[in-house]
């Protein structure tokens, strides 16, 4: 099977963990999704690469995580970090995730994906909780084209020799998007604004 960029990079990426401020400041958003949900919550974490640090952190708080990477390499490490955890190989657009989860969590992994595919993807999320679960999602604001247009104008960055690709809507259109899922947005912020308007949103399906 064909490696992707984060295969290659997977180990050192394991080997150099993000900075503690960095990590607490995802982790607080983490626990603001989880808050009030009962021990044994089902909870799906998508893009979830080694499981360190958000699908850790759920199970030590008692949840059931699903964990979703496209990286083999990734989820091999993951299964030693995080190995209570149910590891899932796929494609987060092709890959379906399932009912009854109370809550989700897509940080810095879907705007890996085609723009044109957000729609969609929000809608299968939205499947995926139970009324009244929460969405932790992370989204860019590489452009502001109308999400009708099946053009995508993504760029690429480079990480320990690799090169990743990231495509996003204005961070409006994103939310416009969202909403027309069936969610109602509960926090919008940016969370780093050196990062193309970074935007750390938690999003409550509705009933």
């Not at 099977?1 to 503690?20: C, G, K, L, T, V």
């Not at 995926?128 to 989204?139: F, N």
């Not at 961070?171 to 416009?176: A, C, D, F, G, Y």
Request: one cysteine or more; glycine letters at 8%; proline letters at 5%.
């Amino acid at each position: 099977m064909r490696q992707n960029s984060y295969d290659q990079i997977a180990q050192r990426w394991h080997e150099n963990p993000r900075p503690q401020v960095y990590v607490a400041r995802v982790l607080n958003y983490v626990d603001q999704v989880l808050s009030g949900l009962p021990p044994g919550s089902k909870v799906l974490d998508l893009g979830c690469g080694t499981g360190e640090p958000i699908a850790r952190h759920s199970l030590q708080r008692g949840y059931r995580v699903t964990a979703i990477d496209q990286s083999l390499e990734m989820l091999r490490i993951a299964s030693q970090v995080v190995p209570d955890a149910q590891l899932v190989h796929g494609d987060m657009v092709q890959v379906e995730f399932g009912e009854g989860f109370a809550a989700a969590i897509a940080w810095d992994s879907a705007f890996h994906v085609a723009r044109k595919h957000h729609a969609s993807l929000y809608q299968k999320l939205a499947r995926a909780l139970t009324p009244g679960g929460r969405l932790l999602l992370s989204v860019g604001g590489a452009d502001s084209q109308d999400p009708g247009v099946a053009e995508d104008d993504g760029f690429t960055s480079e990480m320990f020799g690799q090169k990743f690709y990231y495509s996003a809507y204005d961070p409006e259109v994103s939310r416009s998007l969202l909403e027309s899922a069936g969610f109602e947005i509960e926090v919008w912020e940016v969370d780093d604004p050196s990062s193309r308007g970074h935007i750390a949103a938690i999003a409550r399906r509705q009933r």
